[in-house]
């Protein structure tokens, strides 16, 4: 069952590992991004980082998409971690389970501008968010589980 899926640019760090992973009672983490699975240095790096007796699983979005509709993950308390904006939505259209996205952090670019702390997006991105919305996907943006949640409705101008 998935308990959170979120945007993180850094993917797997102290706030992911420890923070969301013990609020959620997660059991599993999956990080679902193209790039990291062909990437041995940075997979080496995720699997220091995750907190013992938590299991890690890096996978391509399509295996990724495909594991959780076969209904594998559903025996864990599943955290989902994508890199991008771009990521969450391939991930959203592909797996009906992805009720709600957390935005947690996402890198500062040309041509994108900030709508909160960590949060800074294209209007690519923006376009994106909304698709996911239009599905029924609820977004929000929260750091850390201390922090209450925005909804991005607050943030954007819709």
């Known amino acids: 069952m998935i308990k959170l899926c979120r945007v993180d640019h850094r993917l797997l760090h102290g706030q992911v590992a420890f923070s969301w992973t013990n609020e959620l009672s ?15 240095v940075f997979k080496t790096t995720m699997k220091l980082a995750k907190p013992s007796g938590v299991k890690l699983v890096i996978k391509n979005l399509e295996n990724s998409i495909k594991a959780i509709n076969s209904g594998v993950t559903d025996t864990y308390r599943l955290l989902v971690v994508v890199k991008t904006i771009h990521d969450a939505n391939v991930l959203s259209a592909g797996c009906p389970a992805v009720h709600s996205l957390n935005l947690g952090g996402t890198i500062r670019r040309e041509g994108c501008r900030q709508i909160s702390k960590a949060i800074f ?13 239009q ?20 943030v954007l101008h819709q």
Do not use: T
């Open 26 to 40: 997660a059991d599993c983490i999956l990080i679902a991004n193209d790039a990291v699975v062909h990437d041995e």
């Open 121 to 133: 997006i294209s209007d690519k991105d923006e376009a994106e968010l909304k698709e996911l919305q």
């Open 135 to 154: 599905r029924g996907v609820s977004v929000f943006i929260q750091q850390l589980p201390a922090e209450s949640p925005i909804a991005l409705e607050h």
